[in-house]
């Protein structure tokens, strides 16, 4: 099972500020993805990468950006918060075994945009 | 469209008894499929998993069983514990292309009864 981290846990902010959401993974997972989820919704995908210096938007259009400059680092960044972001965000990674990975979460930022 | 449908917001189970979660999807592409459980304001736990070329999944408590004619998936725990209690999300993969994200119902909350 992969040990993934995410700073903060929980995030209070102004609407307009710039913020940079955290994921970090110790277990040298190729693929790592950020999912948003709502209260009693799925979890819907915006973006995922398979390796360093790559980075795909997913599913769900999103106006955050994301980075994978090392394997282990995936952080997503607003550059302007709006109270329309206000979400939990999940930070995943897998490893690439075959065609049928398994996905293993980050405990998530929830984030309140004021 | 949701591809995976948990139709039921929430189950209430006695302790000790058997909980059946019920998921169903409609992309005939999907092969692998997912369950995981989640706390309030943490990340989801991977708890078992499925590919299409099995119709069931044993791993201690929990049982997974597939029906691909029907596109139907359940996931059974038995004997139900406290400890249960919390939303389980069914997810979904498929391996021939496209994001590699996992598509995910909207849950069901388990509540276990004393």
């Known amino acids: 099972e992969a040990d993934i981290y995410q700073t903060p846990r929980y995030l209070v902010i102004g609407t307009g500020k710039k913020i940079t959401l955290e994921c970090s993974q110790t277990?040298?997972?190729?693929?790592m993805y950020w999912y948003q989820q709502d209260p009693g919704m799925e979890l819907h995908l915006i973006h995922y990468?398979?390796?360093?210096?790559?980075?795909e938007k997913g599913d769900l259009s999103s106006e955050s950006t994301v980075s994978r400059i090392r394997t282990e680092h995936f952080p997503l960044t607003l550059e302007s918060a709006r109270p329309s972001h206000t979400s939990q965000y999940l930070c995943?990674?897998?490893?690439?075994?075959?065609?049928?990975?398994?996905?293993?979460f980050g405990p998530g930022t929830r984030l309140l945009v004021l | 469209d949701q591809q995976v449908k948990q139709n039921s917001p929430s189950l209430s189970v006695q302790e000790g008894r058997i909980s059946i979660l019920n998921c169903d999807y409609t992309?005939?592409?999907?092969?692998?499929f997912l369950w995981y459980k989640k706390y309030p304001a943490e990340g989801p736990t991977f708890l078992i998993s499925?590919?299409?070329?099995?119709d069931k999944n044993e791993d201690g408590r929990f049982t997974v069983f597939l029906n691909k004619s029907a596109k139907h998936l359940s996931l059974h725990i038995v004997p139900s514990q406290p400890g249960d209690s919390a939303v389980y999300f069914c997810?979904?993969?498929?391996?021939?292309?496209?994001?590699?994200?996992?598509?995910f119902g909207k849950g069901t909350h388990l509540i276990i009864q004393p």
């Open positions: 995943a990674s897998s490893e690439s075994r075959g065609i049928q990975e398994t996905q293993y």
């Open positions: 277990m040298g997972h190729d693929k």
């Open positions: 990468s398979y390796g360093v210096n790559s980075t």
């Open positions: 992309n005939s592409m999907f092969d692998y």
């Open positions: 499925i590919s299409s070329i099995k």
């Open positions: 997810a979904a993969s498929a391996s021939g292309g496209g994001a590699d994200g996992l598509t």
